[in-house]
Structure formats: C-alpha cells, structure tokens
C-alpha cells in the first residue's frame, strides 16, 4: 500500500496528458509574446530567424550569470576534477556533439536520433581543425586534457534545460527513491542538500557546466521537434526524415497540471526550502526570490516573455 499514492498519482497523469493532448490540439497556449521561448503552439512555425534570435537572447542570459558567479570556468589540469566535473557531458565522435545527459530532462528521442543518426554511418559535413577521431566512447571525462580541449572548442555542443520543478515531479513518477508519498519524496531531496544531492534531482547548473562549457544551443523543453530539426539542418545532417514523433510539447501541458496538484501536498516550509535549494543553483533573474508564490515560478516556460527555465 505504500506505494499507491505514487499509482493514483501516475494513473492521473495518463488522464492528464489525454486531455491536455485534446487541448493543445484546439487551444494556442497562453502567452504574452516574446524573446525566450516560442509559443507552445500546434500551428506555431518557429523560423530559422526566430529560432536564431532566441538563441541569442539564452546564451545572452548563460553569459550574464556566468559573469556574476563564482561557477567553474577553466578546465582543471587534476583527472580527477575532471571526471567529477564532466561526470554528466556526453559526446558523440562521429557527429561531433556534445551534450549533457540529465535525468527525467526529457531527452529520450534526442537519443534516439543520435543512434539513428550514427547507424546510417552520417557524419557532420565540417572540416575540423584536427583529424577525426571515431570511438564508441561516450564520457567526456574519459578522454585526456588535450583531446577534451579540442572537443570544447570545436564540437556542437547542446544544453537540454526544463523546468526544475516538472523534472522533480517526473523523478518521483519514475520511482527514483522508496518515498510513497510527494511530500517525504521532497523531504528526502531536502535532507540529501546537506550531505549528497542525487544526480537525479541534482541542479542541473552543477552538472552541465554551463560556465565552462560555451554552449551554441540551448535547447528547451517542450519545443524539441522544432528547435532540433533547425539545430541540425544548420550542422548540415539531413534528419527530416529522421526525425521521432517528439512527446514533449504535450507533456509539458501535463506537467504545469501536476505542480498544482502535487505541490499543495507540501507544506509552506517545504515550499520554501525548495525554492531555495534549486536558486542557490543558479542566481539568474528569474530565480531570485521576489515576492511570488511559488505556484507562480512553477510556470517560467508559460509565458514566451520570462526567462529561461530550468537552468539549475
């Protein structure tokens, strides 16, 4: 019996998502307009334009926090530092990617691509400054100093952000943790910030290494089919064809659902400790404190004028 709250809980968000489907088909999403993000929309097209033009204002964004951070900028010369730093950086050799593998961030059709992709033996159409190396491994920290190097100054390298709160929602959904209920899953992620925070529900700014990683896109959820297919035609790869039925968009409507649901089983402290453990992540306009309920920093990717979500 322990465990169904977490049943009751999955068996809603099937209804949900069936229904935000059918909504999403019918209804344009709300949003002001705007620079960040693009509105999540069946019959919205993003232009390369577009696309280009919110690609700037995001790194923009990574710069100025960066800027104002204390976060990890330089390659340490230490293996060890290394491994631990670059611990979630994947890369793929044949296509000259790079990119950071984060837990419930929604990146399964991403990986799928990369596979397909490998097995029909395409490789990006750029000359590199330095002979190509094609291996089957896939952590960046297990290359050397100089190749790791090369890899950071020559490869694509791609950042997945999503809303932190919808990843702490689809950690739990997942059963990553024996908690039955919402609320002590959440007093678990609380309690681990004082010795070992989980990769799982880790700040997704420690482990991407935003700072020191200078990433060319940044890649929201929510709106993968389209950013990617315009991510890789600009690398030159022919994936129009290949491109997976992307789930996300619908999903993202589920998701802003179940914050208001799962979150009034916190209580206001846990609210507000959790608030605090995902902005000490990453002090970026968008997460500083302001006096907002937190209902409300739960729908950052609604409104196509605020800021980056899930940067931490």
Not at 52 to 66: G, S, Y
Not at 178 to 202: A, G, I, M
């Amino acid at each position: 019996m322990r465990f169904l709250p977490r049943l009751v809980v999955s068996a809603a968000l099937g209804i949900a998502a069936f229904l935000s489907w059918r909504l999403l088909l019918r209804t344009p999403a709300d949003g002001q307009g705007g620079d960040l993000d693009p509105k999540v929309d069946e019959g919205f097209t993003l232009t390369l334009d577009t696309f280009l033009h919110i690609q700037q204002l995001r790194k923009k964004r990574l710069r100025a926090f960066c800027s104002q951070s204390h976060k990890v900028t330089t390659l340490p010369r230490s293996q060890e530092e290394r491994a631990y730093l670059l611990s979630s950086l994947r890369v793929s050799t044949r296509l000259d990617l790079l990119y950071c593998q984060v837990p419930s961030i929604g990146m399964e059709e991403w990986q799928q691509l990369l596979e397909k992709l490998e097995k029909e033996n395409i490789t990006l159409p750029v000359l590199l400054p330095y002979h190509r190396r094609h291996t089957k491994e896939t952590q960046l920290s297990k290359f050397n100093q100089t190749e790791i190097e090369a890899i950071l100054g020559s490869y694509i390298k791609v950042l997945f952000v999503r809303d932190p709160f919808h990843r702490l929602i689809a950690t739990f959904l997942q059963g990553m943790g024996s908690s039955p209920s919402f609320s002590s899953f959440v007093q678990d992620v609380l309690e681990s910030e004082t010795h070992s925070t989980s990769v799982d529900w880790k700040p997704l700014v420690s482990l991407c290494q935003p700072c020191l990683v200078q990433y060319d896109y940044v890649v929201m959820f929510g709106f993968h089919r389209q950013e990617l297919g315009h991510l890789f035609r600009r690398a030159g790869l022919p994936v129009d064809s290949l491109l997976p039925k992307f789930t996300d968009t619908q999903v993202l409507w589920t998701y802003r659902w179940l914050t208001e649901q799962m979150f009034s089983e916190l209580s206001v402290q846990q609210k507000k400790q959790l608030s605090r453990f995902y902005r000490l992540g990453c002090q970026c306009d968008w997460m500083k404190a302001q006096a907002l309920p937190l209902a409300h920093l739960l729908h950052l990717a609604e409104a196509t004028t605020r800021p980056l979500p899930a940067l931490v």
